[in-house]
């Protein structure tokens, strides 16, 4: 018989003992960032409450709001809440100093991400008799060690494979009998259709079940690669600031991710006007790190659209839903599993002389993303570099690789050949669909 939960008596607890637990927690954490963080203290002061009035989870809409941009700020250590001593690791997410975000935990906090992805793969079917192949960046990127926790917390045989070089990627999935696959949506199709190249059959592998996140991906997309690889596939969701994968995860029921709200307490807000919605309505999703010693969030703005929901769930667990995210509050793309802003791309063409009259393209082809980039020179650029263009494409292709972590197409184009807007410059076209 098939283990159905990691947690069991976290996982389908009654609410109101979930409510219970979350409270004492809350309180705890506010405590704790109160008197060990100037930065969430002057925050707190200024709206002029103290950790006293944080006793429900009515108190929580007192409590200011963290943004992205107070991690900028606060980079690198202003939001550490524990001596350097008492962390063991840093992950972070790529992107240059003033997006980068880098996030600090301590053995406790590995422990409970690592127990968080190992709710997820137990809820995709996982056990020890298990081959857990983890095809997600390892380093400083959350997905591979996340997972790599999981799996070994479960007590699966992990292969910590990370992403690339397909051909091994195959040649251990087929010698070694994988039958668990984590890895980006993406990627996932790309090992199918390799396989698919090769001749095998979705019958010819082991594999049962894929563990998929990082990036929007559709139904459609689901589908396609269930097909594709013979499996059942299971979406996960989180994000480098709440530590990694596993802040939700899909059970059986593939109906949205089930949220471990015993260690992070989710609301849905408007993203104009910051007023908490009803669960069923769609808003911006914020969370607030109820267990986290060393990089706690408070309310953190994670810049996500979607819905939360509390109907029961067939899968026996009570954990509360989200929805898969609909779309970004702000500008992010997710190129390859990449998080990308255009400011990013328009700080390289600034730096590098050129004008910022520019246009990202994205599209999906065979499930790969692609990222074009075409920028415009004067009239006097265009006449000198006519002859060079393909060398100065591929400098400028380099530098934005080296800012991004992703190589982009670059097409330098003649004057006035990109359309202007009579409103808001249109900086990206998306031309993937990524939401249904
Ligand atoms: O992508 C962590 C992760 C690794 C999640 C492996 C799942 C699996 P970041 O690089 O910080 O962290 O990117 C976080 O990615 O705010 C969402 O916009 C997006 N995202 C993550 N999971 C999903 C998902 C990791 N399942 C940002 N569906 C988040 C849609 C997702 N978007």
Redesign the pocket.
């Known amino acids: 018989m098939e283990k159905r939960y990691y947690q069991p008596g976290i996982e389908t607890m009654a609410y109101k003992d979930m409510k219970k637990l979350q409270e004492e927690r809350l309180a705890a954490q506010v405590k704790h960032v109160y008197e060990n963080v100037p930065y969430y203290k002057q925050l707190m002061d200024e709206k002029g409450v103290t950790p006293d009035d944080i006793k429900t989870l009515d108190d929580l809409k007192k409590l200011p709001f963290l943004t992205k941009a107070d991690l900028r700020d606060q980079y690198p250590y202003g939001l550490l809440a524990k001596d350097l001593s008492e962390c063991v690791r840093i992950q972070s997410?790529s992107g240059t100093t003033g997006r980068r975000?880098v996030a600090f935990y301590t053995q406790n906090d590995v422990d409970i991400w690592e127990d968080c992805c190992a709710r997820a793969i137990v809820a995709a079917g996982g056990t020890n008799e298990d081959v857990c192949h983890v095809s997600?960046g390892y380093g400083l990127?959350?997905?591979g060690p996340?997972?790599n926790g999981g799996s070994h917390k479960v007590g699966c045989l992990t292969l910590p494979m990370s992403s690339g070089n397909t051909e091994r990627q195959i040649q251990f999935m087929m010698d070694l009998g994988s039958t668990i696959l984590c890895c980006?949506p993406s990627y996932a199709a790309y090992i199918g259709e390799s396989l698919k190249e090769r001749g095998y059959k979705p019958e010819d592998n082991k594999l049962k079940a894929g563990i998929?996140?990082?990036?929007?991906?559709t139904e459609e997309m689901r589908h396609d690669i269930e097909k594709l690889l013979g499996i059942k596939a299971y979406?996960?969701?989180?994000?480098?600031?709440t530590s990694?994968?596993g802040v939700a995860f899909e059970c059986e029921e593939q109906t949205g991710?089930h949220i471990n709200e015993d260690h992070f307490l989710a609301e849905i807000i408007d993203p104009d006007t910051g007023e908490v919605l009803p669960d069923g309505e769609k808003g911006e999703l914020v969370f607030t790190s109820l267990t986290k010693e060393a990089f706690p969030l408070i309310r953190y703005r994670?810049?996500?659209i979607c819905v939360l929901s509390r109907k029961k769930c067939s899968c026996g667990r009570t954990l509360i839903k989200m929805s898969?995210?609909m779309g970004?509050s702000d500008d992010?793309l997710?190129i390859r599993?990449v998080?990308v802003f255009p400011s990013q791309i328009e700080t390289v063409l600034l730096n590098k002389g050129y004008t910022p009259n520019y246009q990202i393209e994205v599209n999906r082809v065979n499930n790969t993303d692609t990222l074009d980039i075409n920028v415009e020179l004067t009239p006097e650029e265009y006449k000198a570099a006519k002859n060079e263009l393909d060398i100065r494409e591929k400098k400028l292709a380099s530098a934005i690789k080296t800012m991004l972590g992703i190589s982009p197409r670059v097409h330098l184009v003649a004057p006035k050949t990109i359309a202007r807007s009579e409103g808001k410059a249109v900086r990206v076209i998306d031309h993937r669909k990524l939401h249904d």
């Open positions: 997410t975000v997600y990127f959350t997905g996340g997972l980006t998929f996140g990082a990036e929007p991906w979406d996960i969701y989180g994000l480098t600031e990694g994968p991710m994670t810049r996500d898969k995210p970004r992010m997710i599993g998080n």
